[in-house]
């Protein structure tokens, strides 16, 4: 039966004669995971349960034309597809088997749902939102023409005020709307001016290059010398904007991540690394929070 996924030591000192060793606290253990069935279902889809070892697990199922069992998560959690052939039981072996990998991804998911909705808490006036690493905010003035930005474009302070044509009362849709419009116009200027730094000082050449939304990915680089960067990046400060676009201009060079490929980056931006630690701790997935 094939299997695929989408997505993606305790150490005791020796105890002590005397005095005997005070016993340690119990480890608290990991809450549950909610888990429901959806109020709808797509059609042809059943609602299953199985008793993994961690915890009991609900999922969507859905048979397809595919050769094996997928497995996938969404906002409405375990989402199963596997082929007519496979029975029920083995379906359900699929997911214990995989129940931490699941488990795991649906925690992820649910506190990426809580941080949007608490999000939803930054949408009016006088809200902050990440711009360059710095905290801005948002003041609503129906007198305008247009969003401005007061401070250094690309060199904000925490604070900086940044204005919306709209009034104080503006649906929350259209303030994020409105600002996420401002942060790609931002977004597409200052990474056109930081590709073409590091162009010059790579002597590489690309062919295009262009903002994305992509959920699982940070830039990408096609073989053909097609660049891509997410916008999101802009909430960030420069040095791990850098890092992204010194990271997908190496791949002009070498499309892999090779020891060659390590060197270029260094090669194009000197001590790169504390930028990829620092962007390691964030995936796109989780951003943005606003």
Not at 8 to 33: C, G, N, S, W
Not at 126 to 140: A, E, S, T, W
């Amino acid at each position: 039966m094939g299997l695929t996924k989408q997505l993606e030591l305790f150490l005791f000192d020796a105890a002590r004669e005397q005095p005997a060793p005070t016993p340690a606290p119990a480890a608290r253990p990991i809450p549950a995971v909610a888990i429901s069935c959806p109020p709808s279902l797509p059609a042809g889809a059943r609602w299953r349960e199985v008793q993994a070892p961690e915890q009991k697990i609900g999922y969507v199922l859905q048979r397809s034309r595919r050769k094996s069992i997928g497995l996938t998560i969404n906002d409405d959690g375990l989402q199963v597809r596997a082929p007519s052939w496979i029975t029920l039981s083995q379906i359900d072996a699929a997911v214990i088997e995989k129940s931490a990998w699941v488990l795991e991804k649906l925690r992820m998911s649910q506190a990426r749902q809580q941080q949007l909705e608490t999000a939803e808490a930054q949408w009016h006036h006088g809200g902050r939102i990440p711009y360059m690493g710095k905290r801005i905010v948002l003041n609503l003035d129906s007198t305008r023409r247009a969003a401005a930005f007061t401070g250094k474009r690309f060199a904000p302070q925490d604070n900086d005020p940044l204005y919306l044509a709209l009034p104080h009362d503006a649906e929350r849709s259209r303030i994020r709307d409105s600002t996420h419009a401002w942060l790609q116009q931002q977004a597409q200027a200052w990474f056109g001016e930081r590709l073409q730094h590091f162009l010059g000082i790579s002597k590489l050449r690309m062919r295009r290059w262009r903002l994305s939304s992509a959920a699982t990915r940070w830039g990408s680089c096609s073989s053909d010398g097609n660049i891509m960067l997410n916008w999101r990046l802009i909430h960030f400060q420069p040095d791990i904007i850098d890092y992204v676009i010194a990271h997908e201009i190496a791949h002009l060079r070498e499309l892999n991540h090779s020891k060659n490929f390590w060197r270029e980056v260094e090669r194009i931006l000197p001590g790169f690394e504390r930028a990829r630690d620092a962007l390691k701790q964030h995936n796109p997935g989780s951003l943005p929070l606003i």
